[in-house]
């Protein structure tokens, strides 16, 4: 997971910034980045494919923008990620899914822990889900507001919701019959 400091930051900033003169720079914030956005879209997506071409997607549009990025508004992660919660959330409206990936898998006893945490974020609302989603990715509640446009408490408030529901709904799976 990532340290959050302001090291990767500043590194961030001067990729983006040295994108202007030489686009290939982009290459290296690419392969910083392209699993974290992979397993974002692919837990909010409702096949391998929709997750791929949102990567795809995210990406397209961030090296389109990169001259619009303004390290004194966002950090860079902060700024990809809201491409990509834009990206996706365009395919959710497209397509409107009816299952997170792998979900449609039958559960049980011994499953693959993952659909058994899509499964359990699956049943949280819509903005508390959307908060976890980016916290597994190693977003910071600061950077999470910023994608999501919100402020810092209300995202820290849906945050501590979000784990007091999955608190309340492995006690229920642990206490079924």
């Not at 391998?48 to 923008?65: G, H, I, K, P, Y």
């Not at 303004?70 to 990509?84: E, G, H, Q």
């Not at 408030?157 to 709904?169: D, K, P, Q, S, Y």
């Amino acid at each position: 997971m990532l340290d959050g400091g302001r090291g990767e930051d500043n590194n961030d900033e001067r990729l983006a910034s040295a994108c202007d003169m030489d686009p290939t720079a982009f290459g290296a914030l690419y392969d910083r980045y392209v699993d974290r956005v992979y397993r974002y879209c692919a837990r909010r997506l409702a096949t391998v494919e929709a997750a791929e071409d949102a990567t795809s997607q995210t990406f397209m549009e961030a090296l389109r923008s990169i001259g619009r990025y303004r390290a004194d508004r966002a950090t860079f992660r902060t700024w990809l990620f809201a491409i990509a919660h834009h990206v996706v959330v365009d395919q959710l409206r497209a397509h409107r899914p009816t299952s997170p990936l792998d979900a449609d898998q039958p559960s049980g006893a011994g499953d693959d822990p993952r659909s058994e945490v899509d499964e359990l974020l699956a049943r949280l609302p819509d903005d508390q889900r959307q908060v976890i989603e980016l916290r597994l990715v190693g977003l910071t509640h600061k950077e999470i507001a910023g994608v999501l446009g919100k402020s810092h408490g209300a995202v820290r408030v849906a945050h501590h919701r979000a784990m007091e529901r999955l608190r309340t709904l492995v006690r229920q799976e642990v206490e079924a019959p």
